[in-house]
């Protein structure tokens, strides 16, 4: 194929033989991209790194033979002590177990303010096992990090955040020489806890490894972890890092936007072959309106795209915020013929709507539960109807609307592989595209209130970028049309007002 002039810019840069960055936008040729790259420099031999297996398998089918592609974690693999990879056969140890063994106890802790759930809300069960997954999970922010030891702020950080302040920090020193205990216990070559994948990460990050090759090219550098960059910065090699600043939607987990923190050199693919001009007219809104850039996002003239209202029964693709909203609209799509693949957290859903089902049953949940904190459905329903912008209000609404068991056979039925369209969240819908997608009207944002003021965080406007450039040919944002008026976007489409819906705090899916 023939470079674009962009592309020849990024080729250009990379046989210099310093490291940088190159900048691609939604659509924009990245992986044919990184390909010219590879050629162009044939003489050299070349590293592709890749978040997953799968993304890295099919990489290696398009680069000639002087790239290899892999993950991080399959160097790792082959470069770590066999005792090592062997406890990853190991049995798994249950919470509980894993309580008993480092001496973990109950614990009575006071609700923070600001998170009580009623005037009986004073205190929560803090159990044994949940002290064993906060732990584990301080263990996985400690090896995703670029530190040598395991921070106390990392163990602090793996506890509720509804546990009050004072005694959470209490609660984090106590846990802290437990954390140093498990960690110290998965080096031991005869310890017995299970080995996990971002253990062996951790500890060949930590040997200071060199990667075999003159150049790197990391794919989807945005939403590297710290511990990945951290190994990166440290090579001989030439790094080229490659992604899209305005895509990272994974802060929320400790990872780090490398297109935007490393002052390397850098160049752009702002031509995006995914969509044309109408589309990318929307998506610059978000772009220079919200996130501050300067540099347009281009439509590809020989596609003809709309922004433009589609109908229910023939849109591929509806994405949403929040699974809730998602599994709402599973269900009535089904109700007119439908037959929709539902692609969200279909675990945790589950588990959600089968605890709503013990507490309309009375049964206190626990265990980290959306519904902990709540002695009866009632409480559920009053919290959600005087709790300005609670996250549980459009769950707790389908599960009043649709009922308990409905939702769950809806959702054990949800994965089929015989489907006429697809219903999504914002985080699962990145890497894919669909000629025709809808946008929900779940997205979070606010009304300004002052002159200037934004009406997206950065980070929700990273999701609706990434929500909006999934789609090919028509686009309808018809549900978000006051979001969009806000942001200088003169939709064509009108609709009824629309509730301004207030920002969520949490970065998570709910």
């Known amino acids: 194929?023939?470079?674009?002039?962009?592309?020849?810019?990024?080729?250009?840069?990379?046989?210099?033989?310093?490291?940088?960055?190159?900048?691609?936008?939604?659509?924009?040729?990245?992986?044919?991209?990184?390909?010219?790259?590879?050629?162009?420099?044939?003489?050299?031999?070349?590293?592709?790194?890749a978040f997953n297996k799968a993304i890295a398998t099919e990489a290696q089918s398009k680069f000639h033979q002087n790239v290899k592609c892999k993950t991080f974690h399959s160097l790792a693999y082959g470069s770590v002590p066999r005792w090592l990879t062997n406890k990853l056969n190991n049995r798994r140890l249950m919470s509980n177990q894993l309580a008993s063994r480092h001496d973990l106890e109950n614990y009575q802790v006071p609700v923070a303010l600001v998170k009580k759930r009623g005037e009986d809300d004073q205190k929560r069960l803090f159990n044994s096992k949940r002290m064993a997954t906060s732990m584990m999970n301080a263990v996985g922010y400690f090896c995703r990090s670029n530190y040598s030891e395991i921070q106390l702020s990392q163990v602090y950080a793996a506890l509720p955040d509804w546990i009050d302040d004072t005694y959470r920090a209490e609660l984090a020193n106590i846990l802290l020489p437990k954390a140093h205990d498990y960690w110290n216990d998965i080096l031991n070559p005869t310890g017995i806890n299970r080995l996990e994948h971002d253990h062996y990460l951790k500890y060949w990050a930590l040997s200071n490894p060199v990667i075999n090759a003159d150049f790197i090219l990391f794919d989807e550098a945005q939403d590297a972890d710290p511990i990945m960059l951290n190994v990166l910065s440290n090579q001989r090699a030439q790094v080229i890092y490659v992604g899209d600043r305005h895509q990272q939607i994974y802060a929320f987990r400790g990872a780090v936007n490398a297109m935007q923190s490393l002052d390397i050199a850098e160049t752009r693919l702002s031509q995006s072959f995914r969509f044309g001009e109408n589309i990318a007219d929307l998506a610059n809104k978000i772009l220079f309106n919200v996130l501050d850039e300067e540099i347009p996002l281009r439509g590809f003239e020989q596609i003809d795209s709309h922004v433009n209202e589609i109908s229910d029964e023939i849109a591929d693709a509806f994405i949403y915020r929040t699974n809730a909203a998602a599994l709402s609209n599973m269900v009535e799509l089904v109700k007119i013929g439908r037959e929709p693949r539902l692609e969200v957290d279909t675990g945790s859903l589950l588990k959600n709507v089968e605890d709503a089902k013990k507490v309309k049953s009375g049964i206190k949940v626990h265990d980290g539960s959306v519904f902990e904190g709540f002695s009866n459905w009632d409480e559920v329903t009053e919290y959600t109807e005087e709790i300005t912008g609670n996250d549980l209000k459009p769950l707790v609404s389908l599960i009043n609307k649709v009922g308990e068991n409905a939702l769950i056979e809806a959702l054990l039925k949800s994965n089929s592989s015989d489907y006429d369209c697809v219903v999504t969240t914002a985080h699962k819908s990145k890497g894919l595209e669909f000629n025709k997608v809808k946008l929900g009207g779940d997205f979070f944002y606010k009304e300004a209130v002052e002159p200037g003021e934004k009406v997206l965080t950065d980070d929700e406007a990273r999701l609706l970028y990434v929500a909006a450039t999934r789609a090919k040919k028509q686009l309808d944002i018809s549900a978000l049309n006051p979001l969009f008026k806000a942001i200088g976007y003169n939709t064509l489409v009108e609709v009824n007002d629309l509730e301004l819906r207030p920002i969520k705090e949490e970065k998570e899916e709910g």
């Open 1 to 49: 194929m023939n470079p674009t002039i962009e592309q020849r810019h990024a080729i250009d840069m990379a046989v210099q033989g310093k490291s940088c960055k190159v900048t691609a936008y939604a659509g924009a040729g990245k992986t044919s991209t990184l390909k010219l790259i590879g050629n162009a420099k044939y003489n050299e031999s070349g590293m592709y790194l």
